[in-house]
């Protein structure tokens, strides 16, 4: 079965731009998760999707968005790229939305964006 | 912000030996998960342990939970050269939003 993809692998990006990272979570996997992770530091979260609805939001500014799509896959979307916008950008999937904490994450290769 | 502190940061040992790496978090737990990731790639879900439990092994994984002291520790036994990682500790909070806060995580590096 395959894992959780993700899409592009690397961009480069200049400041001021905006960006669309893709997320195909694993056959089945209702909830999609993105980190972000900046080089030499653990990966922090961004948003929480269950059913197409957020259900939860990390400490991160409105440039950041995301939706979760009929068919449970689901884009990352960042306005007006600042440089430190530059990380892996990470994201997860696991069967249900309650009790996530509960279950473990299964995680993508990631998208490494590149600012300039 | 970080939940946690992972110890050591970078750890370098020989093939054969055990490892042995640190978490130590801030708030009240479900639960703790310890992540494995190779360089560039995602990271891999290795073993969780509920905040009910102290113990709990998988194949060559020891992985300890002290609430009191809001510490966990995961040992790596026989380590071997497929070991070499970085090694994350998560905790997924009681309350607030439905995530996993990761530590700054431990580097490991097993020497043949």
């Known amino acids: 079965d395959a894992g959780v993809t993700q899409s592009p692998t690397h961009l480069i990006k200049t400041r001021g731009q905006h960006v669309t990272l893709r997320c195909s979570p694993i056959s089945g996997h209702k909830s999609v998760s993105w980190y972000q992770q900046v080089l030499g530091q653990g990966p922090q979260f961004i948003f929480q999707?269950?059913?197409?609805?957020?259900?939860g939001r990390g400490n991160f500014p409105d440039r950041f968005s995301a939706r979760q799509f009929p068919n449970y896959s689901s884009e990352l979307n960042v306005n007006a790229l600042l440089l430190g916008d530059s990380a892996l950008y990470l994201c997860a999937s696991s069967p249900a939305g309650t009790g996530y904490g509960n279950q473990p994450q299964h995680f993508g290769d990631g998208t490494r964006l590149s600012i300039l | 912000s970080q939940q946690g502190e992972e110890d050591p940061q970078a750890l370098s040992i020989q093939e054969g030996e055990n490892a042995t790496m640190n978490c130590s978090y801030k708030t009240s737990i479900n639960n703790l998960q310890w992540y494995r990731q190779n360089s560039g790639r995602g990271l891999v879900h290795l073993i969780l342990?509920?905040?009910?439990?102290r113990e709990k092994h998988s194949g060559r994984l020891r992985v300890t939970l002290d609430t009191s002291k809001k510490s966990s520790s995961l040992l790596i036994t026989a380590s071997r050269a497929a070991d070499t990682a970085s090694y994350f500790c998560?905790?997924?909070?009681?309350?607030?939003?439905?995530?996993?806060?990761f530590g700054q995580g431990t580097r490991l590096t097993i020497n043949p």
């Open positions: 342990i509920r905040s009910n439990e």
């Open positions: 999707y269950y059913e197409k609805e957020e259900r």
């Open positions: 998560a905790t997924a909070v009681i309350q607030g939003a439905q995530k996993l806060v």
